[in-house]
């Protein structure tokens, strides 16, 4: 445990006096946000860079690793299991203690942020479970999605509507009822709520048929025409190359291939170790 | 005739009594039922904050009663209520300032919070007692009935009177008023269904930029106005008692299991049903059975089941078979 002993419940489960449902497990990196930087030169528009660090005070999880999107793009982070692929995007989030390198988003150092901060700067996160509010129906949801907002965001809920036309049938219906592939739609369509800069996805495609996997990756492949840079986590690793403009294959928290999607799916290496042959 | 007599007779010291009762533990397991859902825990203190809210209210009744303002035929109390709410606002948020928010940044168990909030309850019941003192304190005033029983056998020609008083028909109106306006804000306004994010997915709610400190302020804020309103029925109905205050925690809690924790809708059905099973367990039902049973079977004792001194094992042994049977309560709440 951590060692605190507020948090230590000594194995009290009692839910008639206590609550733990939906309670928050995020342990971002900076409770308070520190000071963003300029950054002068050329870069891409996101770009986790030579980023070091792990969760709170343990080991180093990530080495060296570098991920970059740019507007219309794609990048898919692919590689076996505990290779640190949502580590590495989570680092870029604000999650994880980036002990060396950097995060910028569009000219600036972001690295010192919270999380909550690097929303309002423009990131767009879906998480990969619980990520949308099952009590409340689709349109609530949508709306919790443009709560940072002050103006008004009919437009956006409309184009939401059309990317996904079965959120507009069920706009009334508690989300938590809808299926799998629908609620990644409706996490999806919440994130776009913010006119996000940029889209994270961890791993949108878990726990959903093949059918849905593919409709889901069209959506997705909409989504990043409209120019919004995405930048994706998957374990469908050969689906997801197809349709990446870059991917980078994560490897024990290291960078070990990169390039385009077609570039990695044709290296013999690439196959031989990830998309079996 | 002999049904009809029955009837009022049930009405006039079951069905009234209940109804006014069941409308006070409603509004009062509300603000349990929201803590609970917000903030995670079981708000031990609450009966106290409501003992907290009853009493500033009182005081501040009787300076207008020394003032010479009343409110006509009904009790001056509901002129201080608003003021009552303000200080008892004024007192929570300060005890979430000093207490609760050093555990909320300490991420600490939801346990940690009940007990926390036990210690909370004892500093209340200490303070509303140093202030007022433990005794019994009458504040209701104005005309005592709506329909007064001499009146009402008068109007019909029945053996039998029915009387409603003031306090209960003011209870049974506010909260209606209270229940209709706190579903409008949770369903329909901004503030209201942040709160049920945060209640929901507290990450996801700030990933949403949800300000987590402003839901819980306006939680705070609700559940001091829903406790003093409660408090302040409660005493007009009866009487205020530091100590009945305090019991009171355990027909609230009951009703907000009963219901099920976390579901407002669960809330009211549970005060309700924890109102009724107590006041008919309790009551005395020698003379309905005279009507309605033969001559010849009407029974020599007072055939009550339980004496009114025990009323809390009614709702504890509500709240151990709702525990046993349905845990999750009527309404389906977050619980067990």
């Known amino acids: 445990m951590s060692g605190n002993p507020y948090q230590d419940d000594r194995g009290n489960k009692d839910a008639s006096i206590t609550n733990p449902h939906g309670a928050g497990t995020m342990q971002p990196a900076h409770r308070k946000s520190g000071p963003i930087k300029k950054v002068e030169g050329d870069s891409p528009f996101l770009i986790g860079d030579c980023m070091t660090g792990g969760y709170g005070k343990g080991p180093d999880i990530l080495h060296d690793c570098t991920i970059a999107v740019n507007p219309g793009e794609i990048a898919v982070i692919v590689g076996p299991n505990g290779a640190g692929k949502s580590t590495a995007m989570k680092a870029v989030f604000g999650m994880l203690n980036v002990r060396s390198g950097s995060v910028?988003?569009?000219?600036?150092?972001?690295?010192?942020?919270?999380?909550?901060?690097?929303?309002?700067?423009?990131?767009?996160?879906?998480?990969?479970?619980?990520?949308?509010?099952?009590?409340?129906?689709?349109?609530?949801?949508?709306?919790?999605?443009?709560?940072?907002?002050?103006?008004?965001?009919?437009?956006?809920?409309?184009?939401?509507?059309?990317?996904?036309?079965?959120?507009?049938?069920?706009r009334n219906q508690p989300a938590g009822e809808l299926s799998g592939g629908q609620r990644q739609q409706v996490a999806v369509g919440r994130a776009l709520m913010t006119q996000p800069k940029v889209l994270m996805l961890d791993e949108p495609t878990a726990g959903v048929s093949p059918i849905v996997m593919d409709e889901l990756f069209d959506r997705i492949i909409e989504v990043a025409r409209t120019g919004l840079p995405i930048l994706m986590v998957e374990q469908n690793a050969k689906q997801a190359l197809e349709i990446a403009d870059k991917g980078y294959v994560l490897v024990q928290g290291r960078n070990a291939y990169s390039g385009t999607g077609q570039e990695l799916l044709a290296d013999p290496e690439v196959r031989k170790s990830f998309l079996g042959g | 005739m002999e049904l009809l007599n029955a009837l009022v007779?049930?009405?006039?010291?079951?069905?009234?009594?209940?109804?006014?009762?069941?409308?006070?533990?409603?509004?009062?397991?509300?603000?349990?039922?929201?803590?609970?859902?917000?903030?995670?825990?079981?708000?031990?203190?609450?009966?106290?904050?409501?003992?907290?809210?009853?009493?500033?209210?009182?005081?501040?009744?009787?300076?207008?009663q020394s003032a010479g303002v009343s409110f006509g035929p009904l009790p001056t109390a509901l002129l201080a209520l608003p003021l009552g709410i303000a200080v008892t606002m004024l007192l929570v948020l300060i005890t979430d300032r000093t207490v609760y928010r050093f555990y909320r940044e300490q991420k600490a168990k939801p346990v940690v919070f009940v007990m926390v909030s036990l210690g909370v309850m004892f500093m209340m019941n200490g303070l509303v007692r140093f202030i007022i003192g433990p005794g019994d304190q009458r504040f209701s005033d104005g005309?005592?009935?709506?329909?007064?029983?001499?009146?009402?056998?008068?109007?019909?020609?029945?053996?039998?009177?029915?009387?409603?008083?003031?306090?209960?028909?003011?209870?049974?109106?506010?909260?209606?008023?209270?229940?209709?306006?706190?579903f409008w804000f949770l369903n329909k306004t901004r503030t209201g269904k942040s709160m049920r994010a945060y209640s929901d997915n507290e990450d996801l709610a700030l990933l949403s930029g949800i300000n987590p400190e402003r839901v819980v302020m306006y939680t705070w804020l609700i559940v001091a106005t829903l406790a003093t309103i409660a408090g302040v029925l409660y005493g007009l109905d009866k009487s205020f008692k530091p100590f009945t205050y305090f019991q009171l925690l355990l027909p609230i809690f009951a009703s907000a299991i009963v219901g099920g924790l976390g579901s407002p809708i669960g809330a009211i059905a549970g005060g309700f049903i924890i109102a009724f099973s107590e006041v008919t367990i309790t009551y005395a039902w020698k003379k309905v059975a005279t009507y309605v049973l033969p001559e010849s079977m009407a029974p020599d004792g007072l055939v009550q089941l339980l004496s009114t001194d025990y009323k809390f094992a009614v709702s504890f042994a509500i709240l151990i078979i709702v525990l046993l049977f349905k845990p999750t309560g009527i309404f389906k709440g977050k619980s067990v």
């Open chain 1, 104 to 170: 910028r988003l569009d000219g600036e150092d972001i690295t010192q942020l919270t999380p909550q901060d690097r929303v309002v700067k423009g990131m767009g996160f879906v998480p990969q479970t619980s990520n949308i509010f099952t009590s409340m129906t689709v349109e609530e949801n949508l709306e919790m999605g443009a709560f940072i907002r002050t103006d008004d965001f009919s437009d956006t809920m409309e184009q939401v509507y059309h990317l996904f036309p079965i959120l507009k049938e069920k």
């Open chain 2, 9 to 64: 007779a049930f009405t006039n010291f079951v069905g009234v009594p209940a109804i006014a009762y069941g409308s006070q533990l409603a509004i009062g397991a509300l603000g349990v039922t929201l803590v609970y859902s917000v903030l995670r825990f079981s708000n031990f203190a609450h009966g106290d904050t409501m003992a907290f809210g009853t009493m500033v209210t009182i005081l501040f009744t009787w300076w207008f």
């Open chain 2, 143 to 182: 005309e005592r009935f709506i329909i007064k029983a001499r009146a009402f056998k008068q109007m019909t020609g029945l053996d039998e009177g029915l009387a409603i008083k003031t306090s209960q028909g003011i209870t049974v109106v506010t909260a209606i008023v209270v229940v209709a306006l706190l």
